[in-house]
């Protein structure tokens, strides 16, 4: 059940340039215990002029499941994670959350089985509290533009085995997600992603040509987060059961869809 919650800021740092690695509170009980892998939260910045939640995953909860970790990629200077950024737990001490929002990836089709879990760039944060949950045997591969950036490989390191590639072939496969599979010959029973849509589309493609069920992340542009507006449609194979036409709403039908379902 969603609600519009006052989170504590226990911690906010710049894990690499850009990178920001924010602990929230939420001071509703049961909100971080509810959390499924995959969801998000709406954040609501301080700036009166940004008045729209960004939506950012949830990348991990606490171990005693009162906390939540969100990882957030700060955008320019006139932007609402700008102005997130800006915030600690000792100047500011609260922020706005909805949530949490949106369907998360099926836990339990992977349990106990092979899985491939593939995350780029930004899409990279909720993978950590999947391949947590998961309890599998998890090949986790990701990719980076560069060496420069690591960002949560440490922690996915402890989840299972971790794969890189990057773009300029500084470390791991030289290319991209897709080439690393290839390259390390990864077979699974099940493929969960999320990342930008090129990634995806060429995720859903090796799905398809290896016939493994793939689960994907659509981080699309979305506004009220909340299926009013429209904003964040995606076309579906099948038509949706409420509206009877070839559509779904990211923001509540997904973020997480079968691969298969959705027109990208
Ligand atoms: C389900 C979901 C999960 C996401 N998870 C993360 C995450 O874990 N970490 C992370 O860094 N980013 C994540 N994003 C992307 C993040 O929401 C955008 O980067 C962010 O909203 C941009 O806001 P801004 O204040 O920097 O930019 P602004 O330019 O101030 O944003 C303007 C408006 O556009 C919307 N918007 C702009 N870019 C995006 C985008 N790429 N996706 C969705 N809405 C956008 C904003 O919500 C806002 O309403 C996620 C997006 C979605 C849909
Ligand atoms: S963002 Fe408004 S309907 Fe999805």
């Known amino acids: 059940m969603k609600k519009r919650v006052s989170a504590r800021i226990l911690s906010q740092r710049e894990m690499e340039n850009g990178i920001f690695d924010l602990w929230l509170n939420p001071m509703e009980p049961g909100f971080a215990e509810a959390v499924s892998p ?8 301080k700036d009166r002029s940004k008045l729209l939640p960004r939506p950012i995953s949830i990348c991990e909860v606490s171990g005693d499941r009162s906390s939540l970790r969100l990882v957030y990629r700060r955008g320019g200077t006139n932007t609402g994670t ?18 949490p929002l949106g369907n ?9 089985k092979k899985t491939l879990i593939i995350g780029g760039g930004i899409g990279i944060p909720p993978l950590v509290e999947l391949s947590k949950r998961l309890e599998a045997r998890n090949q986790i591969v990701i990719g980076y533009r560069d060496r420069t950036q690591t960002f949560l490989a440490r922690d996915l390191e402890d989840h299972g085995k971790l794969f890189l590639a990057t773009e300029d072939g500084s470390r791991g496969t030289k290319g991209n997600v897709v080439d690393a599979v290839r390259e390390n010959q990864l077979g699974a029973d099940i493929i969960y992603a999320c990342g930008p849509m090129p990634m995806l589309r060429a995720v859903k493609a090796l799905a398809a040509e290896l016939k493994i069920p793939a689960y994907i992340s659509l981080e699309e542009h979305m506004a009220c987060g909340v299926g009013a507006c429209l904003g964040c449609v995606v076309k579906t194979k099948e038509v949706h ?23 990208i």
Do not use: M, W
């Open 82 to 99: 700008y102005s997130l950024s800006l915030l600690d737990g000792q100047t500011c001490g609260t922020v706005d959350i909805l949530g």
């Open 241 to 263: 059961p409420h509206t009877n036409v070839n559509n779904a709403r990211i923001c509540t039908d997904g973020p997480v869809f079968e691969a298969d379902q959705v027109e």
């Open 104 to 112: 998360g990836f099926p836990v339990e089709k992977g349990k106990g």
């Open 38 to 45: 995959g969801q998000f939260v709406g954040v609501y910045t």
